[in-house]
């Protein structure tokens, strides 16, 4: 990971380290949806997410200062959607809940909110997976990033549920006919979100 625009580059091990712990399935970083300059920050905050998930310790060197690393593009201003909602997540699951407010705070304005269902688009939106339904499937990375955000509201002692209601309810119609989703990072955010359930 080579040092950009968040400053979130050699405070982390490798992809092999983090590959390697159990429950997690990230094998390289095209897996992550690479945002610019922000790219190395996506990467940054899924893997403070996996070591707090994991259970680690706020004193473990790598979680410490990926944390630290992460505190510091907030205040610097995130300007990106997706790391708008892995952040809040992140900060979220390490008892920053001041930072998380305000992530979804600007996620919701942001959210696309019709028919009484919450869900979030990305700026320039790719062409939408087939889909034999009469319902067309969002792209994956739209499916993440709103599995992020939900992961944000229902993380907190006091989960705002019937928020998180109308997201559960746009992503149960992103779902394929197996009750799964369309790639395998979907699923593993999907998986971590039924273990906080």
Request: with cysteine; charged share 15%; hydrophobic share 40%.
């Given at each position: 990971?080579?040092?950009?625009?968040s400053?979130?580059s050699?405070?982390?091990?490798?992809?092999?380290?983090?590959?390697?712990?159990?429950g997690?399935?990230?094998?390289?970083?095209?897996?992550?949806?690479?945002?610019?300059?922000?790219?190395?920050?996506?990467?940054?905050?899924?893997?403070v997410?996996?070591?707090?998930?994991?259970?680690?310790?706020?004193?473990f060197p790598?979680?410490?200062?990926?944390?630290?690393?992460?505190?510091?593009?907030?205040?610097?201003?995130?300007?990106?959607?997706?790391?708008?909602?892995?952040?809040?997540?992140v900060?979220?699951?390490?008892?920053?809940?001041?930072k998380?407010?305000?992530?979804?705070?600007?996620?919701?304005?942001?959210?696309?909110?019709?028919?009484?269902?919450?869900?979030?688009?990305?700026?320039?939106?790719?062409?939408?997976?087939?889909?034999?339904?009469?319902?067309?499937?969002?792209?994956?990375?739209?499916?993440?990033k709103?599995?992020?955000?939900l992961?944000?509201?229902i993380?907190?002692?006091?989960?705002?549920?019937v928020?998180?209601?109308?997201?559960?309810?746009?992503?149960?119609?992103?779902?394929?006919?197996?009750?799964?989703?369309?790639?395998?990072?979907?699923?593993?955010?999907?998986?971590?979100?039924?273990?906080?359930?």
């Amino acid at each position: 990971m080579n040092e950009q625009g968040s400053g979130c580059s050699s405070v982390l091990p490798t992809i092999e380290v983090l590959s390697s712990i159990p429950g997690t399935s990230l094998k390289n970083e095209q897996q992550l949806p690479m945002v610019g300059d922000e790219k190395d920050l996506s990467l940054t905050a899924y893997i403070v997410g996996a070591f707090l998930e994991a259970g680690l310790s706020l004193t473990f060197p790598a979680l410490r200062n990926g944390l630290f690393c992460l505190q510091e593009a907030y205040q610097s201003g995130v300007t990106n959607g997706y790391n708008h909602a892995i952040l809040a997540y992140v900060f979220t699951i390490a008892g920053d809940e001041e930072k998380a407010e305000s992530l979804l705070k600007i996620l919701d304005q942001s959210a696309t909110k019709t028919n009484n269902v919450i869900h979030w688009e990305r700026a320039k939106k790719p062409k939408m997976e087939e889909s034999s339904s009469f319902l067309p499937r969002a792209p994956s990375a739209e499916i993440e990033k709103t599995c992020y955000v939900l992961l944000a509201v229902i993380s907190p002692k006091i989960p705002d549920l019937v928020y998180a209601s109308k997201i559960v309810w746009w992503l149960a119609q992103q779902m394929n006919s197996h009750g799964g989703f369309s790639s395998t990072q979907v699923m593993d955010v999907g998986q971590i979100l039924m273990s906080s359930v």
